[in-house]
């Protein structure tokens, strides 16, 4: 799943870069509503976060040019305000929802997740494939009874063909998914993760073609042939939760990472907004 973050706030934007990309998204960026149109006009996001202001053209504007264009993609603005009224607005210009700065790292991918959903309704929790168990909520996969420790790119691929089980998904198609604009690799990038992905999906007991290459083209999922059910979904969550928690924790360190980075500039700018209140406390 790709997501474009529009923010000029460079602290706020890498924050939530932060959260996102330890949920096993695609994150790209924009600084101002302009440059966001460029991008969405040239390339597919299947969320969209959007700052209310922005420089060059305003988050509402940027909105409704979205919808104007006939572009469905979910959109969830991030915003200061939290009247009523500025609600309405964004939400008429064509929001899918709202969500009030500063909020929660487990509210922001609570929401995120339920437009991706709604963006799909026939997607649910988890995804199975034969003995294949892909839980997107807790982010685990389990092939039987063994967890499966998976980089992010390779719980994108699997993610991918679980989702689009039918298809066949070419190296440039996969590359488009999957990495961001600005990384660029090649397509050799796709087939080294591809490669990983098998080792350790017949190191878990699957087949080693439940990845199949159809030569030529590109890459799908094939069914076991001792199962060949076709995807099916599951809405009981039957996955364990530490693999979670340490993502939790993985996620806070990253956080906090991105919060040394910007400490002395936030300080600096503290320190001036108390000096010009202290000088207009005294009239001065």
Known sequence: MKILIVEDDELVAEAVASVLTNQNYAVEFARDGQSAWELIENFDYDLLLLDVM????????????????????????????????????????????????????????????????RGSLNVQPILEWGKLQFDPTSCQVKYGTQLLSLTPKEYGLLELFLRNSRRVFSCGMILEHLWTYEET????????????????????????????????????????????????????????????????????????????????????????????????????
């Open 54 to 117: 922005l420089p060059k053209l305003d988050g509402i504007s940027l909105c409704r040019q979205i919808r104007n264009h006939n572009l469905s993609m979910p959109i969830l603005l991030l915003t200061g305000r939290d009247s009523s009224h500025d609600k309405a607005i964004g939400l008429d210009a064509g929001a899918d929802d709202y969500l009030v700065k500063p909020f929660d790292e487990e509210e922001l991918v609570a929401r995120v997740r339920a437009l991706l959903r």
């Open 185 to 284: 690799p090649g397509e050799e990038a796709v087939r080294t993760h591809i490669k990983g992905l098998r080792h350790k999906l017949k190191a878990a007991g699957a087949s080693a073609n439940l990845i199949e290459t159809v030569y030529g083209i590109g890459y799908r999922l094939k069914p076991e042939e001792e199962n060949s059910q076709e995807l099916v979904t599951n809405s009981s969550n039957s996955m364990s939760q530490p693999q979670s928690q340490l993502k939790s924790q993985q996620t806070l360190l990253a956080v906090n990472k991105i919060w040394q980075k910007f400490k002395g500039r936030i300080v600096e700018q503290v320190s001036v907004l108390e000096q010009l209140s202290l000088e207009l406390s005294q009239k001065n």
